[in-house]
């Protein structure tokens, strides 16, 4: 399991860095490019992992509908939006935001897909709600920036992603929605690219590609693979351990690479939130299989 621990840890960090690595791209790129290229080389990726592999990729009719709407809110929404947030939102308060995914997820839970409202739930979302709104109101006096909007829209579409991926968890190996929602996710953002086109510049310099492309694959391909393999050997409540810890990793590459100081409410507001986090979400047993849903990642 050590070798378990240290991969989900290694995925955890890599992702807590991406907020900040995200914050710096789009001061080049713009988002709707930034979003297309990523999920273009993603693409690559996947499909140059499929090819050596030797995935058995195909997708039954009754699925279509479902893995496309994922492609739609839980890839290109999901994406964009949260490249526009990052454009005027502070890191480290995006990073607590996202971080009431899997609470949000549970509430979604009960009403799609009928599942019990538990006190915990209930108790578990006001304590990380509170968190968020802490940071906001003590640190930013109540000011939802457009920032925080598109981000707070990133948190929603991943949660809702999370909800229908689960309606499709009936097969051994769920490559196929991580590979197909990407591609159409990708296919999506080709209009709203052409649609802005004229206000893009592809003269970037090599150091920009070189983030914008290691990134992506590293980020969103290949600790996507690592995190869903490994979260097959791990419990539920170890999964919720590790991304409780984004928000903090994100404090902590924020303070190293952007010299973005931390302040007191930001790591108060971070330990209402981890609080509300496993609370809300270990209301119903360890070993539940829609446990491991709420951590399971689509890109």
């Not at 509908?65 to 890191?91: C, M």
């Not at 709600?129 to 000011?143: E, N, S």
């Not at 090599?206 to 694959?217: M, P, Q, R």
Request: contains cysteine; charged residues 10%; proline residues 2%.
């Amino acid at each position: 399991m050590t070798r378990t621990y240290i991969l989900l840890f290694i995925c955890v960090v890599v992702w807590g860095s991406n907020f900040i690595f995200g914050a710096i791209l789009v001061n080049t790129f713009h988002p709707v490019l930034l979003t297309t290229l990523r999920l273009l080389f993603i693409n690559l990726f996947f499909l140059a992992y499929a090819i050596m592999c030797k995935k058995d990729l195909y997708i039954e009719k009754s699925e279509m509908k479902s893995v496309l709407l994922i492609g739609i809110i839980g890839v290109a929404i999901n994406q964009w939006s949260f490249y526009e947030g990052l454009q005027t939102a502070d890191p480290t308060t995006a990073a607590l935001i996202l971080a009431l995914t899997p609470v949000m997820t549970s509430i979604l839970a009960v009403f799609i897909l009928n599942e019990p409202l538990t006190a915990k739930l209930v108790i578990g979302g006001g304590i990380a709600t509170f968190g968020v709104f802490f940071v906001i109101g003590v640190g930013q006096r109540f000011v939802f920036s457009e920032g925080l909007i598109w981000i707070f829209i990133t948190m929603l579409s991943f949660s809702l992603s999370i909800v229908l991926i689960r309606k499709l968890g009936n097969r051994d190996d769920m490559f196929f929605i991580t590979f197909f929602s990407s591609i159409f996710g990708f296919l999506i953002m080709l209009p709203f690219l052409a649609f802005t086109f004229s206000h893009i510049t592809l003269k970037y310099s090599i150091e920009s590609w070189s983030l914008l492309i290691v990134t992506a694959i590293l980020m969103h391909g290949i600790c996507t693979l690592v995190w869903n393999n490994q979260l097959r050997k791990a419990q539920a409540s170890t999964a919720a351990m590790f991304l409780n810890l984004e928000p903090f990793v994100t404090m902590v590459v924020g303070y190293i690479i952007l010299q973005k100081s931390v302040t007191a409410i930001q790591i108060i507001g971070a330990v209402f939130i981890v609080c509300g986090v496993y609370t809300a979400t270990f209301g119903y047993g360890k070993k539940s299989k829609g446990q491991k849903e709420l951590f399971r990642k689509a890109t």
